[in-house]
């Protein structure tokens, strides 16, 4: 997502508050027929500005917040020359997957990898922020026809837990797992969703890889 991204920060809350204040304060006395003491008047006015910077300093810490300053994280590393232990071959990109890249404010590569059980074709997309444009890979297997059907978290040898669904396209079965980490492995996520609000509210680290794994059954 680029410098137009929406988001709530200090100066969002203050322009609230003050907004909330001039509110208040246009508040007409309320008529009487009997003498109000001015005291009064201010003491409710007061309650109601406290009552409102409660409410705001109850939801502030669940309001998107993002800052545009740079990461030291978010240079490309290079492309990793493994997965779970078995070498990584690179292959060409499809003309389809070129024209994806061209959009995509990150890289994309595509590999393929050799496991004891058959042979295994790898998408792996690297961000340098949170973005918009990383879609689920059911998403884009849904757009090139196949049929979807979610299956049971994948847990890899190193403990990491894995999206995992079943995409039938004709006679041709795949079985397709995904997850997305940061930079230093430390934070991982099985679905986008989880990543993407997450990192949008400052809660990671810049840097992430997208691994999508396909298995022909």
């Avoid at 079965?173 to 990192?199: F, G, N, T």
Wanted: proline share 8%.
């Amino acid at each position: 997502m680029g410098s137009g991204e929406w988001g709530m920060g200090v100066a969002d809350l203050q322009g609230i508050v003050i907004g909330s204040w001039r509110l208040v304060t246009s508040f007409p006395t309320p008529h009487s027929p009997f003498p109000t003491p001015h005291s009064s008047v201010l003491t409710m006015r007061s309650s109601l500005l406290f009552i409102i910077c409660c409410l705001l300093a109850a939801v502030a810490p669940f309001a998107p917040m993002r800052s545009d300053a740079p990461n030291e994280q978010s240079a490309f590393p290079g492309w990793p020359d493994q997965l779970e232990g078995h070498g990584l071959t690179q292959l060409p990109l499809s003309s389809r997957e070129e024209r994806f890249a061209a959009d995509f404010p990150g890289r994309i590569a595509r590999f393929e990898a050799l496991f004891s059980n058959g042979r295994r074709e790898i998408i792996i997309r690297w961000a340098p922020r949170e973005t918009r444009a990383l879609h689920p890979a059911s998403d884009c297997f849904k757009g090139l026809g196949y049929s979807i059907k979610p299956l049971p978290a994948r847990v890899d040898p190193a403990g990491h837990r894995w999206g995992c669904f079943d995409a039938r396209r004709g006679d041709e079965s795949l079985l397709i797992y995904e997850r997305i980490y940061d930079s230093a492995d430390k934070e991982s996520w099985s679905d986008v969703s989880s990543w993407y609000w997450q990192a949008m509210m400052g809660q990671t680290g810049g840097g992430y890889w997208a691994v999508t794994v396909a298995e022909r059954k």
